[in-house]
């Protein structure tokens, strides 16, 4: 061995002693951890695995076929906004996979169980700067920017909460005409921002995902050609059911009028702001995009696409409660409001919003004295956040129906054991 490998092998030894590894094994784990790609996944012919996967238009995205391609490729479309990557990536650390158990359905099952019954085509579990486990299925690849749906919503409330603090809301309790004056005279004008954060504005919108429901109309008006103002489309929905924020109920609508008041009040594209304000910021690693309407509004109560690993890293920042490396990104009270619901908001509290969930500003909260919280999108779009422990699990998937609680009561549990198992002395 000549002396330059000698000296490559000791150092490495003593890499390897300060960080407690102490056996070849373990060492020949962590140097093989790292992303893992499969080019199948569960029922992966179905999703097209002997076509290549293949990518079909918006017209037929949704077809089982075309589903790993559309949630992978949402960007090629619809036109989007670009929202810029960091000029210096801030990268992970990486530790040998952890072994994980959870128990489901009385079985006891394996991370690898999971990839085979679910179709995930991602998954990235962090603990803090670390990334723990990563996997790609359905020949997906760390580059291929994922569909978020409704994790967008949340990142829209963490964009209302930073234009707060710039002083460019003047408050959440302001009514929306306030900002978006074409909305004046209508139900949702008069209606408070704080009552959109928490989906409870008290107008009628319908959301059940068959094609014929208020959500149904909205999606073909903005992403029709020509389509309408979203400001139009919006104000179509004008029958007040309840007051406002007194009656949790599920509305899109709700989310894009956020992002109507966020253009107005920020004077600039969405996606611009997201960048300046958190994307270049945290040191992601890959340009995001964010699917745009006729007149170019960003689409905010979904269709933002991102790399599994810059999702992760706006979960580190969630996780941390806004701040990142010692800086604050969004206002940590902020934070705490979003995920904690008050005394005087009982309607939002996991177990009466919904049978499990509770609902924050535009963000699920998990029951359980711990504060743990979600964003969720149709068809398994997951990032689960612990700031007790900084764990954070992203998920992506193409589950063939919009909704799936038998599929999403699955990932839960396996969250639950990774916070479990994980988590323990991290507290």
């Known amino acids: 061995m000549n002396t330059g490998a000698v000296r490559v092998t000791i150092i490495a030894m003593a890499m390897l002693a300060a960080s407690g590894i102490t056996s070849a094994q373990e060492a020949a784990k962590l140097s093989a951890a790292g992303p893992v790609f499969s080019n199948t996944g569960y029922d992966a012919n179905a999703y097209g695995a002997n076509e290549g996967y293949p990518l079909g238009t918006l017209a037929v995205g949704a077809e089982m076929r075309h589903l790993v391609a559309t949630y992978s490729h949402f960007d090629e479309l619809t036109p989007a906004h670009i929202v810029g ?10 530790a040998a996979e952890p072994e994980i158990y959870y128990s489901f359905r009385g079985e006891r099952r394996t991370i690898a169980d999971y990839l085979s019954r679910q179709p995930t085509t991602g998954l990235l579990l962090a603990r803090d700067d670390t990334i723990l486990y990563e996997h790609y299925q359905y020949a997906r690849s760390a580059g291929d920017r994922f569909l978020s749906q409704s994790m967008a919503k949340t990142i829209t409330a963490m964009l209302i909460g930073i234009a707060a603090a710039d002083g460019l809301i003047k408050s959440i309790d302001d009514d929306v005409a306030t ?18 954060l928490h989906m409870s504005s008290g107008v009628d919108f319908k959301e059940i995902y068959d094609g014929q429901d208020d959500i149904a109309r909205l999606g073909r008006d903005l992403f029709g050609r020509p389509g309408k103002a979203p400001e139009v489309s919006i104000a179509q929905f004008n029958t007040r059911v309840a007051p406002p924020d007194t009656r949790w109920h599920y509305a899109s609508s709700e989310t894009e009028i956020l992002g109507l008041v966020l253009r107005a009040a920020t004077g600039k594209p969405v996606a611009d702001y997201l960048s300046e304000k958190i994307w270049q910021r945290i040191g992601t690693e890959a340009d995001a995009s964010w699917a745009i309407d006729g007149t170019g509004q960003e689409v905010t109560f979904c269709c933002f696409n991102a790399v599994l690993r810059d999702y992760a890293r706006f979960g580190r920042l969630l996780a941390h409660d806004g701040m990142w490396n010692g800086r604050e990104i969004i206002s940590r009270q902020w934070l705490i409001d979003a995920t904690t619901v008050r005394s005087s908001d009982t309607y939002l509290a996991p177990g009466v919003a919904t049978k499990y969930y509770g609902y924050g500003y535009q963000v699920w909260l998990l029951p359980g004295a711990k504060r743990q919280f979600v964003l969720l999108g149709i068809r398994g779009q997951m990032i689960f956040v612990d700031p007790a422990t900084k764990l954070v699990m992203v998920h992506t998937a193409v589950r063939p129906k919009a909704v799936d609680t038998d599929a999403s009561a699955e990932t839960i549990a396996l969250w639950l054991a990774v916070v479990d198992q994980l988590g323990r002395g991290a507290r």
């Open 85 to 94: 990557r960091a000029a210096a990536a801030w990268s992970f650390q990486r």
């Open 179 to 196: 900002y978006v004056t074409a909305l004046a005279g209508t139900e949702y004008g008069k209606t408070p921002i704080r009552a959109l």
